[in-house]
């Protein structure tokens, strides 16, 4: 198990650019969780999905955001056009939903820094 | 819909010196609770957890949290700080059943003078 990881670690790209970030959940974990971070605030929720199928988008997902999780391992998650307010710390976390359907922790990666001039 | 409040944004101690950061939230079901801790340019890694049982909760690196229903409060406690305890501690909530996405507070910054 070597836990949540993400790539890059570091983006900058100018404005209109297009960008993908990854993430590798903990290998038996079925959900997979996007967040953004911005300066001074707490993350907050973007999407999920359970295996292969996003279940949920956040309003602030705009059209410009498309996130996928093909066979239900890796995810990416690809800005289109970015503007300078896309520029914050995009997080994964990963989690295991048993029978029960209830999950007790989510493992964050490390997370992916934007940054958009 | 649930929210959190984590009422202090910053809080400096010094190192040696018990800690409390609040939490407050807000929510119409019942919640699972989480604290959780950020070092500089780093994810988020689990301090400890409330799902039900006993109120009081015991996590990693010496830290505390009690439940309170009636004052909807989740406040982390330590004893004794240390200079690594410095970094941004987050309080968040889910719902413990359908998507059980984290909602967070604004996070206190936390910071251990020698």
């Known amino acids: 198990d070597t836990g949540v990881s993400q790539d890059p670690r570091h983006k900058i790209t100018k404005r209109g650019q297009n960008v993908t970030f990854r993430c590798d959940p903990i290998?038996?974990?079925?959900?997979l969780y996007w967040y953004r971070q911005t300066l001074g605030q707490g993350p907050e929720f973007l999407t999920y999905f359970q295996n292969e199928a996003q279940l949920e988008k956040s309003r602030l997902l705009s059209d410009r955001f498309s996130a996928e999780r093909p066979k239900g391992s890796f995810s990416t998650l690809e800005i289109q056009r970015t503007e300078q307010g896309d520029s914050a710390m995009y997080l994964c976390?990963?989690?295991?939903?048993?029978?029960?359907?209830?999950?007790?922790?989510?493992?964050f990666g490390p997370g992916t820094r934007l940054l958009v001039l | 819909a649930q929210s959190v409040t984590q009422l202090d944004s910053q809080v400096p101690v010094f190192e040696e010196a018990p800690v409390e950061l609040r939490c407050n939230y807000s929510?119409?079901?019942?919640?699972?609770l989480f604290w959780y801790v950020q070092y500089p340019n780093q994810g988020l890694q689990l301090l400890l957890k409330y799902l039900s049982g006993s109120t009081l909760v015991k996590g990693i690196n010496g830290f505390e949290a009690e439940f309170n229903k009636s004052q909807t409060s989740f406040h982390l406690r330590k004893p004794s700080v240390h200079i690594s305890d410095t970094a941004e501690y987050f309080c968040?909530?889910?719902?413990?059943?359908?998507?059980?996405?984290?909602?967070f507070g604004q996070g206190t910054r936390l910071t251990i003078n020698p």
């Open positions: 976390a990963s989690s295991l939903i048993g029978t029960s359907g209830r999950q007790e922790t989510q493992y």
């Open positions: 929510s119409s079901v019942s919640v699972y």
């Open positions: 968040a909530v889910s719902e413990p059943w359908g998507a059980q996405k984290l909602v």
């Open positions: 290998s038996e974990h079925n959900r």
